[in-house]
C-alpha cells in the first residue's frame, strides 16, 4: 500500500526483539502441539486466507489443502477462492476454517456462511481491515501490460481482476460491530475477527462476544498505517486477558519469528505469502516442504530456549533491543 511501509514494517518489527537463550534444560523431546476450540493441532503454525490461488498453482487451494492435511496444519480459506469450499474441506479431509469478507448486501453474506457451514467449517473468521480501497501502487507497477498471449508458451495463466477486487474492497466500508450479532443472528459456528490492532477493539470485541482475534495489518496489503502486526501483538493480548484466542499474522519467515509471537502471547501464528510461493514453485510439494522447514525452524528455537512446550515459551524468553 502506497509507498510499502506497512509490509516492511511487518518484517522489521522482528530484529526489536531477541531471544534469551537457556541452557541444560533437557530438549531431546518438544511438543509443539497446540489447542484452539477444542481440537488438537501438532503446530501453532497455521495457513491464512489467501484469494486466488489458482494464480499461483493450477490445482491451486486444493494443493494447499492436501499439503496442510499432510503435514497436519489448520488451514483457513478464502472467500475468494479459486476452488468452492466443498472440493477444499474434501480435499483437506477434515475442518477448515472459512475466512467471510462479509457483503454489504447481508443475504450474500448468508449464502456464503450457509456454503462453509455445508463443508462442515467450524470457524467463520470475518476480515474487517479492508474496508476501503487502498492505493497499491507496487501492484500497479507489476500489472500485465503485454497483450501476447501467454497460453502460447505457458499454461494456466491467471486473468485477476484488479477493478473488481478493488470495487468489492469499498463495499465492505459500511460495515460496524452490528455485523457480529447479525452473523450471531443465522450461524452457531465459531466467530473470529481478522484485522484487529488496538486494545480499543479487542475489548470491544469482547463486549460484543466475538469468540478470538487474529491480529493482522493483511499482510502490509490493507492500510498505510506502518504498524507491524507484531507490534500491535502485546497490546492485543493484554486486553484479551486469555479470555478468548489470539492469533497473528504479517511477515513471518522463520521460525524465530514464530517463536517471538508465542513468546509475546500468541496462541497461533499463521503464514501466508510462505506457503503461496512453495505453491508457485512446485505446487503441493512445494507447500509441504515450506511447512517442514518452518516446523523444523521453530523446533529448533524452542530448543535453543528452553522450552519443551508451547506452554513453556513465556515473555521471559525474549528481550527488545533499546
Not at 78 to 87: A, K, L, R
Not at 277 to 283: E, Q, V
Request: aromatic share 6%.
Amino acid at each position: 500500500v502506497e509507498d510499502d511501509g506497512s509490509v516492511r514494517a511487518n518484517r522489521l518489527a522482528f530484529s526489536n526483539y531477541f531471544m534469551r537463550p537457556r541452557r541444560l534444560v533437557g530438549v531431546s523431546k518438544v511438543d509443539m502441539s497446540v489447542e484452539l476450540f477444542g481440537q488438537k493441532w501438532e503446530t501453532p503454525i497455521a495457513l491464512c486466507p489467501a484469494g486466488s490461488q489458482g494464480a499461483f498453482h493450477e490445482d491451486g487451494e486444493l494443493a494447499v489443502a492436501r499439503a496442510a492435511k499432510k503435514k497436519r496444519h489448520l488451514m483457513m480459506l478464502s472467500t475468494v477462492s479459486s476452488n468452492s469450499v466443498g472440493d477444499v474441506a474434501e480435499a483437506y479431509g477434515g475442518p477448515i476454517w472459512f475466512q467471510l469478507y462479509a457483503s454489504a448486501k447481508f443475504e450474500v453474506t448468508t449464502g456464503l456462511v450457509r456454503r462453509a457451514e455445508a463443508a462442515g467449517c467450524p470457524v467463520i473468521v470475518v476480515t474487517v481491515d479492508q474496508i476501503a480501497p487502498s492505493t497499491r501502487n507496487t501492484l500497479r507497477r507489476y500489472r500485465r501490460l503485454d497483450t501476447r498471449e501467454c497460453s502460447d508458451c505457458h499454461t494456466g495463466e491467471p486473468k485477476p481482476n484488479f477493478e473488481g477486487l478493488e470495487r468489492a474492497r469499498g463495499l465492505r466500508a459500511g460495515l460496524t460491530w452490528d455485523i457480529v450479532k447479525q452473523l450471531r443472528s443465522i450461524t452457531d459456528r465459531k466467530i473470529l475477527l481478522k484485522g484487529i490492532v488496538t486494545r480499543e477493539d479487542a475489548e470491544l470485541c469482547l463486549e460484543h462476544g466475538v469468540d478470538g482475534i487474529i491480529v493482522s495489518n493483511h499482510g502490509g496489503r490493507s492500510e498505510a498505517s506502518n504498524w507491524a502486526s507484531l507490534d500491535s501483538l502485546p497490546e492485543v493480548v493484554q486486553a484479551v486477558g486469555g479470555k478468548v484466542p489470539v492469533l497473528v499474522d504479517g511477515g513471518f519467515r522463520h521460525g524465530m519469528d514464530f517463536f517471538k509471537a508465542l513468546a509475546l502471547g500468541a496462541d497461533a501464528v499463521c503464514i501466508g505469502r510462505p506457503y503461496l510461493w512453495g505453491l508457485a514453485a512446485f505446487g503441493q510439494d512445494g507447500v509441504e516442504q515450506v511447512l517442514e522447514l518452518l516446523k523444523r525452524e521453530l523446533r529448533l528455537s524452542m530448543m535453543t530456549a528452553g522450552a519443551r512446550s508451547i506452554s513453556e515459551i513465556q515473555p521471559s524468553h525474549i528481550g527488545r533491543v533499546r
